[in-house]
């Protein structure tokens, strides 16, 4: 895998597969271009249903909603929208729902936005400050594995889990069109 | 409890008396109430294990809704909540119209109030028609209902899933006694996953 065009479609491809073979039911998400694949594929996938929100926080409750009516759900957003969701998030804390977060970072690393930096900094520290465990990501080999961690975690022991992709790991957003 | 079959004009509807109504012979119905008065009105017309409580999350009862319709499509789902919670929720009616949930329905009791911090006036009070918002977000049904005849056959929509349904209900601005459903998020959550026959986890 020397193109590192096929090598990124297979980590995204794998995460999908290892949410697919979870049992999954629900992906819900604020777009991000890192989540493409991943919302393209839960999209065309008829077990699944993929719906957008318009703040992320929704999907907290979203996901609290799924697993009282006995589904699985995964929520995608990028690193400014976990600033969206903090309060939200005491529905997991208070209830002990299992939560499963999967974050593109941005601001990071290689950011050509400032307005992307505060945000991405408080990213990891405010899902801890509201009880969330959070798995960075910067391997890509390694990221299908800390996705099935965090759905074990989650829907096996009553955690609220974040897995953090790296913006390393995502590489530079092309700003040039 | 006594209700009148019409509101007084610019007064509205017994918030009790619309709630209990709407749970009436629920059968299978799966509820979820917006913090603060709403969640006091579902507990007083008779704790369900059934009924999820929010009591924070502001803005999340809706959308909590939705989790819970498209998990159980056979299922009809009800959100009791009110104008305050709403409104910090208002872009949870884009992301359901969007989606069209046959057997969800939202019902926002509406005294244009925020009751739990002092009664301050909301933005309905000021302006902003729910109803209308619902609607144009792409609710299948949308209205606003004054009459307790129009809550009964609300009611009846409700557990005919027919179309996403949306109704904000104009109630009076009184503050019935408090009637506190308990306050365990671990324990709602459990015991309505065990009302639908799932285990804990």
């Known amino acids: ?177 | 409890m006594a209700s009148t079959d019409k509101a007084t004009p610019g007064r509205g509807l017994e918030r009790r008396a619309v709630v209990q109504r709407l749970l009436a012979d629920r059968g299978g119905l799966l509820v979820v109430t917006g913090l603060g008065s709403s969640t006091y009105d579902a507990a007083a017309a008779g704790d369900h294990d059934l009924n999820f409580y929010l009591w924070g999350a502001m803005g999340g009862a809706a959308v909590m809704g939705l989790g819970i319709a498209l998990a159980r499509p056979e299922s009809p789902v009800l959100v009791i909540t009110g104008d305050g919670e709403q409104l910090m929720g208002m872009g949870a009616l884009a992301t359901i119209g969007a989606q069209q949930p046959r057997n969800l329905a939202v019902v926002v009791l509406d005294n244009g109030l925020y009751a739990e911090t002092g009664m301050q006036a909301s933005h309905t009070a000021r302006g902003t028609d729910l109803a209308a918002v619902a609607s144009a977000c792409g609710f299948a049904w949308s209205t606003t209902i004054d009459r307790m005849a129009d809550v009964e056959a609300l009611r009846d929509r409700i557990h005919r899933r027919e179309g996403s349904a949306f109704a904000s209900v104009r109630i009076a601005p009184e503050e019935p006694p408090r009637v506190l459903p308990t306050r365990d998020g671990v324990e709602l959550k459990n015991r309505f996953r065990r009302a639908l026959s799932l285990p804990a986890n």
């Not at chain 1, 400050?129 to 009553?158: I, T």
Request: net charge negative.
């Open chain 1, 1 to 177: 895998m020397s193109n590192p065009e096929e090598a990124s479609q297979d980590w995204r491809d794998q995460v999908f597969d290892t949410i697919r073979r979870s049992d999954v039911r629900q992906v819900s998400y604020v777009p991000d271009a890192g989540h493409s694949r991943l919302i393209a594929r839960a999209h065309q996938d008829p077990d699944i249903a993929a719906y957008p929100l318009t703040t992320e926080e929704e999907g907290i409750a979203a996901c609290c909603g799924a697993w009282l009516g006995g589904q699985r759900s995964v929520l995608l957003m990028q690193s400014s929208g976990v600033g969206n969701c903090i309060n939200m998030l005491s529905l997991a804390a208070n209830c002990r729902f299992p939560l499963v977060m999967l974050v593109t970072m941005r601001g990071e690393w290689a950011e050509f936005n400032p307005w992307q930096v505060p945000m991405s900094r408080a990213t990891q520290g405010s899902l801890e400050l509201m009880g969330v465990s959070v798995r960075r990501v910067e391997d890509p080999a390694k990221a299908a594995d800390e996705v099935q961690a965090a759905l074990d975690d989650a829907f096996l022991s009553d955690q609220a889990v974040a897995v953090l992709f790296t913006q390393r790991m995502l590489g530079r957003k092309k700003w040039e069109r």
